[in-house]
Structure formats: C-alpha cells, structure tokens
C-alpha cells in the first residue's frame, strides 16, 4: 500500500505547517493543492483573498499596497485587485510556477491536484484556461495530475480533455 498526502500549495505551506521535503520522509507521494480558479478552501483564490482581508484592516494599507505585500511574499504576482483575483483566479504561469515549486521542494514524486469541477459559485472554468493549466503542469514537471473533487460533477468533455492532454490522442 503507499500513503499519500494532500498539501496546501507550496507558496502558503509554510503558513500552514507543512514542509514538503520532510513530509517526503514519511509518505510515497504528495499531491499539492494547487486549484488556481477555485473560491474555497485550499483554492489559492479562496486563501489569498483570506489572507487579503485578514492584512488590510490590520495594516491599514490600500489595497494596492497589500496585495503588492503578498505578492512578494509569496514570490508570483497577484491579479491587479482583490476583484481580479476572485473573477479570474491565478494565471497558467503562476500555477506552473507553484508546480515546478513542489516539484523542487519534494523527495518524493509530486502530483498536481487540479480542480475540474463545476460549481457555480466555487469554480470559474472554460476550456482554453483549462487546457493552458494543463500544459502548465505539465511542463512543470509534475510526476502525476490528481483530478479533485467529485467526479459526478466534472463535465465528461473536460475528462476528455485531460485524456486528450495526457495520452496524445
């Protein structure tokens, strides 16, 4: 039997406690949660705009300057707004960025959690943006892609797509 986990993605685990290299020592593999277009928890979205109105009131910064903050502490750039970021999610660059990270980062092979969902509300998908985060993993190095969630609800054309991506056909 082997023994996987799921991590946060590897900009915010830190934040969260966990260390992909010495998690590595104690499980075959590791799958970050990398959903660049989702509104809840572990969607980089959905934490990033936490962590957003978590800084602004306590640091009494504008926007701009907060979400300035985070971007460099975090190594990527944000959307220009806090709107931005929850329309339109984090770009292909960044989540190749945040793979190749984990991919760095671990001991042990490294799988990208992708969401494929369709959740009003929780998912903003269309089939170029998937199609470009599918490429992204895949240049980023990733030894696997984990489809998360529910498969009852990803569409079956996008299940397609991910077939298409990886087998060539």
């Known amino acids: 039997m082997e023994?996987?986990?799921d991590c946060f993605s590897p900009s915010l685990t830190r934040m969260v406690g966990q260390d992909l290299g010495a998690l590595g020592h104690l499980v075959d593999w590791i799958k970050v949660m990398s959903y660049a277009h989702t509104l809840g928890?572990?969607?980089l979205p959905f934490e990033l705009l936490g962590l957003f109105d978590y800084?602004?009131?306590t640091t009494r910064l504008e926007a701009a300057q907060v979400l300035s903050l985070m971007s460099e502490s975090?190594?990527?750039?944000?959307?220009?707004?806090?709107?931005?970021?929850?329309q339109d999610g984090i770009s292909t660059d960044v989540l190749e960025s945040e793979v190749r990270r984990g991919v760095k980062s671990c001991t042990?092979?490294?799988l990208a959690g992708m969401e494929l969902?369709?959740?009003?509300?929780v998912t903003h998908l269309h089939q170029d943006q998937?199609?470009?985060?599918?490429a992204g993993v895949e240049r980023a190095g990733a030894d696997g892609l984990?489809?998360?969630?529910?498969?009852l609800h990803i569409p079956l054309d996008r299940l397609d797509l991910v077939r298409r991506s990886y087998s060539g056909v």
Not at 117 to 121: A, I, T
């Open 55 to 57: 800084l602004s009131p």
């Open 146 to 151: 984990s489809l998360s969630w529910d498969l």
């Open 108 to 110: 042990v092979p490294l």
């Open 74 to 86: 975090i190594g990527w750039r944000l959307p220009a707004t806090r709107q931005a970021l929850e």
């Open 117 to 121: 969902v369709d959740l009003k509300g």
């Open 130 to 134: 998937i199609e470009a985060d599918l």
């Open 3 to 5: 023994i996987g986990v």
């Open 41 to 43: 928890p572990a969607g």
